[in-house]
């Protein structure tokens, strides 16, 4: 058998408590750095055949896939300035959409609530030791619940852009295509102050998105 030498079972011995007290890197993240930006596009679209647009005055609000309304508020507000600048700097005139655009954008905040069960189970004993029951009058007790099982809900939302093919609508029987498609989730994805970064990116990966 192979003997390890005192200098290097210490390495060994360092490396390994060194290991131990990085950080996880994905618990020392931005909110920016926290968000996903997602693009599609239709491969047989050609982009550079556009030569006008139009974008939707107010974003649609999407609350689990039914459609809630529309609204205006500041981040939406902001979007569709961000976005109009993004298509007018890659070429494309903005237009209003009594002018016949050859491109139609629809914006949407996509909200979706899920559910689920969460066990109690270990829940109870883990935070037990933070609860005083000698405030109570009762020392030396500790917490029971008789329930183990509850209900939790998360509610998560996005940003969605769609870019619509109104130039060859009529030739395809009067359908309208989605030939690109931007979704930012994330963080504080809804917050104004983070609007412009988030279309931006999402353009910034789409550079055949161009007159």
């Given at each position: 058998m192979k003997k390890i030498s005192k200098a290097v079972m210490g390495a060994i011995l360092g490396a390994l408590l060194l290991g131990s007290c990085k950080k996880d890197p994905l618990n020392n993240l931005t909110n920016d750095e926290s968000r996903i930006y997602i693009t599609n596009?239709?491969?047989?679209?050609k982009f550079s055949s556009y030569n006008t647009f139009s974008v939707n005055d107010s974003v649609d609000v999407i609350q689990d896939?039914?459609?809630?309304?529309r609204e205006?508020?500041?981040?939406?507000?902001?979007?569709i300035t961000a976005v109009s600048q993004q298509m007018q700097q890659r070429g494309y005139q903005l237009v209003s959409k009594e002018s016949s655009p050859n491109l139609a954008i629809n914006i949407s905040r996509v909200i979706n609530t899920s559910t689920g069960i969460f066990d109690y189970?270990?829940?109870w004993d883990y935070y037990g030791g933070y609860w005083d029951p000698f405030y109570w009058g009762y020392p030396g007790?500790?917490?029971?619940?008789?329930?183990?099982?509850?209900?939790?809900?998360?509610?998560?939302?996005g940003l969605e852009i769609d870019l619509l093919d109104l130039q060859n609508a009529?030739?395809?029987?009067?359908?309208l295509t989605v030939i690109w498609t931007g979704l930012a989730r994330g963080e504080q994805v809804f917050?104004?102050?983070?609007?412009?970064?988030?279309?931006?990116a999402?353009?910034?990966?789409?550079?055949?998105?161009?007159?």
């Amino acid at each position: 058998m192979k003997k390890i030498s005192k200098a290097v079972m210490g390495a060994i011995l360092g490396a390994l408590l060194l290991g131990s007290c990085k950080k996880d890197p994905l618990n020392n993240l931005t909110n920016d750095e926290s968000r996903i930006y997602i693009t599609n596009y239709d491969s047989t679209a050609k982009f550079s055949s556009y030569n006008t647009f139009s974008v939707n005055d107010s974003v649609d609000v999407i609350q689990d896939n039914q459609f809630a309304g529309r609204e205006r508020g500041n981040f939406d507000s902001t979007v569709i300035t961000a976005v109009s600048q993004q298509m007018q700097q890659r070429g494309y005139q903005l237009v209003s959409k009594e002018s016949s655009p050859n491109l139609a954008i629809n914006i949407s905040r996509v909200i979706n609530t899920s559910t689920g069960i969460f066990d109690y189970s270990n829940y109870w004993d883990y935070y037990g030791g933070y609860w005083d029951p000698f405030y109570w009058g009762y020392p030396g007790y500790g917490y029971y619940a008789p329930y183990a099982i509850g209900i939790y809900t998360i509610q998560t939302g996005g940003l969605e852009i769609d870019l619509l093919d109104l130039q060859n609508a009529k030739a395809n029987n009067n359908k309208l295509t989605v030939i690109w498609t931007g979704l930012a989730r994330g963080e504080q994805v809804f917050n104004s102050a983070n609007a412009n970064a988030e279309v931006m990116a999402l353009f910034s990966q789409s550079p055949y998105l161009k007159k």
